[in-house]
Structure formats: structure tokens, C-alpha cells
């Protein structure tokens, strides 16, 4: 990751002498950074390229998990925007309804977030999804925010995190601090999907091999053939992946794997659609049912049910949850 990622780097100037700040400049090798009072000033335009700005979070730093994100059985389950929006461009992914541009936004001040947790810490066993509106991993070069979850987590027995990725690094498992509550869960996708509308994410293949890298070093790994999209072929593309999983990873090491087909948002929808009117995965009709657009019941249904048992057939007795659960 470079500075090259980025058209302009942007800091609050509250935000600009936070230890977390000056380390993410050093290491994008940037001096002089634009100093702003406010990041939504830069972050709220409607603009092609990306900046990067670094900021503090002046609002929620945890937010209760919504019904369309999985818990996997986890009673208090939060999710943790502590960076907004994502090197990969994902067609269908909802930071493209949520958010206005490709900027992207890191706050800073992760220690308050550390701080909030030790509160619920104290009352319940909390599950965080720390990389929810980005890929976490694919930025730890920048950031080492990684890093810093996988510690606290060591550290405090009552505290889970979730890293979801597709980033295909292999070197930095090794380094961090291993944990059983620390899950690095890898989306997948079948090649043809992930080449149509996974753009500047690695492959499927190479995020197996990182996977594996994961598993090597002790962190449990969850797998996540989420979100489903709807094409022609579907139940080829699809059952291949499973064979592919079976062939690329030792199954009997993966923690589980989450299943689900498209859904979003109604909003978040409404926004796609007017930003991308040439998606076929925007312009989908799609059937709305409680505030979410999802694939109608009987497609839904027919391509989940196959891919649990296609999942079944090639990884033996791996749990699998599907979003519901
Ligand atoms: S990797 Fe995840 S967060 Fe990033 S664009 Fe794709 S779906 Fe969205």
C-alpha cells in the first residue's frame, strides 16, 4: 500500500498530533497533509477520485449488529465503524448505497473504541465486527489496527473480533498476536464473479492461500460465500467454489462458514441504483421484505439450500450458518 493509493491525504486538526495519526503519515510518507476542521467537509462530496483523511469519530464508535448481518450465535454482537469505505470496489457492496464517494475516512482515536468496549466487556461476552465498513486487512500496512485488535482481544477473555477480508497477504498472520478469538473470516466468490464485480480485490484462489496462511498460524478461519449473486449459471459457479474450498484448505480447521444470498437496504439500494444504472446487480427487481431488498423467497431459498449442500458434500461436517442464523 502507498501514498499512491490516495489523490490527497487530509487530517483534522484535532486529530493531527494522535500517535495513531503521525505513524499513519510516516508510513504513507506523507509531510504535509491538508489540515481540515471537519472530515465530512472533504468526506460528504461527490467525487470519483479517493482521498484518504484521518480524523476522530465524533459519533458511535460500536453499534448493535443489524438483522441482516449474521451474529453466528453470538448474543451481543456489535460492529465497530472505525474506518469508512474501502480500497476494493465491490459492485455489489452497500458502502456504495451508504457512502457518497470512494473517499476514505480512518479515525483515529481506536483507544476511545477500546475504551467504550471494556464497559460492555464488563457486563457480557462482546463480539465485534471490527472490519465492517472496510477491508481492515487489505490496510494494515497503513494503519495496524490489526495489530492493535488482535491484542486486546489476547488480552481481554471477554471480547471476540471478526476481521472480514479479501485481502490475499500471506506474511502477516505470523506476526500477530494469535488468539481464538480473533477471526479472520475470507469472502469468497466463484472466479466469474469475483472478476466481474469484485474490482481490485485479489482472487478466490489467492485469498484461499491467505486463508490458509491464517490457519497456520493458529487463527481460527471462517469462510463466507456471502453475499450469493444471482446469474445464469449459478449452480455451476457455485459448486465448483465449494470443490475449490475442499481442495484448497484442510476443512477440518475451518471454524465455519456463512452463507447468504444478495440483500441490502432499501435505501442503500435507492442510492446504488441512481449512482449505478447500468448494474445488473443495482437494477435487479428485486422483492422488498421488512426494509430489505433481497433475491424473491424462491430464488433465495433454492440457491442457499444448494450451496449448504454442496458445502456439505465437498467439507464434510463444517458448521454452516446461512444469515438468518
Ligand atoms: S471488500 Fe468488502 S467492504 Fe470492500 S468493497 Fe468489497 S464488499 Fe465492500
Not at 500496512?141 to 500471506?170: M, P, Y
Not at 465449494?242 to 432499501?266: C, N, P, V, Y
Not at 433475491?295 to 439450500?305: A, D, F, H, L, S
Amino acid at each position: 500500500m502507498s501514498h499512491a493509493l490516495f489523490e490527497n491525504i487530509y487530517v483534522e486538526k484535532r486529530a493531527a498530533s494522535d500517535r495513531v495519526t503521525l505513524g499513519i503519515l510516516k508510513r504513507l510518507g506523507c509531510d504535509e497533509p491538508v489540515y481540515i476542521d471537519h472530515y465530512k467537509d472533504i468526506f460528504d462530496r461527490k467525487k470519483e477520485g479517493r482521498n484518504l483523511i484521518l480524523a476522530h469519530n465524533p459519533g458511535k464508535r460500536l453499534y448493535e449488529g443489524a438483522p441482516v448481518c449474521q451474529s453466528f450465535g453470538n448474543e451481543h454482537f456489535y460492529y465497530s465503524p472505525g474506518v469508512m469505505n474501502c480500497v476494493y470496489d465491490c459492485e455489489y457492496c452497500f458502502l456504495k448505497g451508504m457512502y457518497p464517494g470512494k473517499d476514505m475516512c480512518i479515525f483515529t482515536d481506536l483507544e476511545e473504541t477500546f475504551t467504550e468496549l471494556e464497559d460492555l466487556e464488563r457486563q457480557f461476552p462482546v463480539y465485534v465486527c471490527a472490519s465492517y465498513n472496510t477491508d481492515l486487512t487489505a490496510i494494515e500496512d497503513i494503519t495496524g489496527f490489526i495489530a492493535a485488535w488482535c491484542e486486546r482481544v489476547r488480552d481481554h477473555e471477554n471480547l471476540s473480533a471478526e476481521f472480514r477480508t479479501k485481502c490475499s497477504r500471506t506474511d502477516i498472520y505470523s506476526k500477530l498476536p494469535v488468539s481464538d478469538r480473533a477471526i479472520f473470516a475470507f469472502t469468497l466468490s466463484p472466479d466469474d464473479i469475483a472478476l466481474k464485480y469484485e474490482k481490485g480485490a485479489p482472487g478466490p484462489a489467492a485469498r484461499l492461500k491467505a486463508a490458509s496462511a491464517a490457519q497456520e498460524a493458529g487463527f481460527p478461519v471462517r469462510l463466507c460465500i456471502d453475499p450469493m449473486i444471482y446469474v445464469r449459471n449459478w449452480r455451476d459457479i457455485y459448486g465448483q467454489l465449494a470443490e475449490t474450498i475442499a481442495g484448497s484448505l484442510d476443512t477440518a480447521l475451518i471454524k465455519d462458514i456463512s452463507i447468504g444470498s444478495f440483500r441490502i437496504s432499501d435505501q442503500y439500494l435507492k442510492n446504488m441504483r441512481k449512482k449505478m444504472p447500468d448494474s445488473l446487480i443495482a437494477q435487479y427487481p428485486y422483492i422488498c421484505e421488512d426494509g430489505y431488498y433481497q433475491y424473491p423467497e424462491k430464488v433465495r431459498i433454492c440457491m442457499e439450500g444448494f450451496m449448504k449442500e454442496a458445502l456439505k458434500k465437498s467439507c464434510g461436517n463444517v458448521s454452516i450458518f446461512d444469515w438468518r442464523s
